[in-house]
């Protein structure tokens, strides 16, 4: 009886995946109809997600028109933040939910203007392991850590290095107080996921933030 239990419930998380996945490359060609470039950020509470995306935000917000999604379990904190840099936000509450998936996106671009909009950021709820199974359909995935997650957060969290394409390790104006060999975190995302494009960034004193931007954009 147990085992056919545990059958079900696989299958289940198996359907639950692959319709998500469905409906975030209807997503994906969605946007691209839309001329709309996304980026997805995912990282665990107090990486500093919101703060990259302010430094991000601030930098091109005169060049491109910008809407940003926030997920949280609650509140509006996050978005509130970043609309006080001149774009337009959504916050989205999931509740009981750890992670955004691609309905949540899809509600968006269904009932969203996207006539102005030429880049959308996602800022994911702050978590390191739901986000992995749910694709949103954007065109990158960035994942941000901080020094301050310790040496063996990137090792521990390995699925979203994976399934990411670039890589930030933040904080890092806060070296000289941790005991944390940021080479070594580096090199544990390379093996995890060769490809994976790393940046070493502040976005309390905008080290690297340029760079990030550059990679994200080209």
Not at 25 to 54: M, P, S, W, Y
Not at 90 to 103: D, F, M, P, R, V
Not at 187 to 207: C, H, R, V, Y
Request: with cysteine; aromatic share 6%.
């Amino acid at each position: 009886m147990s085992e056919k239990k545990t059958s079900r419930i696989i299958e289940l998380n198996e359907d639950l995946i692959e319709n998500n996945d469905r409906l975030a490359e209807q997503n994906k060609q969605f946007l691209k109809k839309k001329n709309v470039r996304a980026f997805d950020f995912v990282g665990a509470i107090g990486a500093g997600k919101t703060a990259i995306i302010e430094s991000i935000v601030e930098r091109i917000a005169k060049e491109y028109g910008i809407l940003v999604i926030n997920g949280d379990v609650a509140t509006r904190i996050d978005a509130d933040r970043i609309e006080k840099c001149g774009v337009a936000t959504i916050q989205i509450n999931t509740g009981k939910e750890c992670a955004l998936n691609s309905y949540h996106i899809s509600q968006v671009l269904k009932n969203y203007d996207l006539h102005e909009v030429g880049i959308l950021f996602i800022e994911n709820v702050g978590n390191l392991i739901c986000p992995s199974d749910f694709m949103l359909g954007t065109e990158k995935r960035i994942v941000i850590v901080s020094i301050t997650e310790g040496p063996w957060v990137i090792r521990k969290h390995p699925m979203l290095f994976k399934y990411s394409d670039i890589a930030v390790i933040n904080k890092i104006d806060l070296k000289d107080v941790m005991d944390v060999n940021i080479e070594d975190m580096i090199k544990d995302a390379k093996e995890i996921n060769p490809n994976i494009k790393i940046f070493i960034t502040s976005a309390t004193t905008g080290e690297n933030i340029s760079k990030l931007i550059n990679c994200i954009l080209n």
